[in-house]
């Protein structure tokens, strides 16, 4: 089964959706496998970011806008520059993340969560969680 959600995004930051993974995990009934969580979408990624301090998240995101900046000399330009930007953005971080399960739980380091990052918001978005195991 594949578990579906929604979320708003206010703009280009990262987002925790490290709970609504533990919801699909716990759903599941799945004690021991593996977590995938997918975006449909090519302007935005996944990341594994430490959450104790939020201005940790900022300097990801603005490291990423720093190495691949909005602009205007992309040569595809179907929507805006920083569309263009989202899809060089999502295509290096990537769209997919496989986490380990391990007693009904995602196997990540005590100071780690999983974030939805935005590259061309603010959007309407989803992403998805299948969780496979015994």
């Not at 990801?60 to 989202?86: C, N, S, Y």
């Not at 391990?102 to 380091?109: A, D, H, I, Y």
């Amino acid at each position: 089964m594949v578990a579906t959600y929604k979320l708003s995004t206010d703009g280009n930051r990262a987002f925790d959706i490290t709970g609504d993974i533990r919801e699909a995990i716990a759903e599941s009934g799945v004690e021991e496998g593996i977590a995938v969580v997918s975006l449909p979408h090519t302007t935005a990624s996944l990341g594994i970011i430490s959450f104790p301090d939020p201005l940790g998240l900022i300097d990801v995101m603005d490291e990423v806008t720093r190495l691949i900046p909005t602009r205007v000399d992309f040569k595809h330009q179907h929507d805006t520059p920083q569309d263009a930007a989202g899809h060089v953005k999502s295509t290096i971080i990537g769209t997919t993340m496989s986490l380990i399960v391990t007693n009904g739980e995602p196997l990540l380091g005590h100071s780690q969560k999983v974030y939805f990052m935005e590259h061309d918001g603010p959007r309407q978005r989803q992403f998805h969680v299948q969780v496979v195991g015994r």
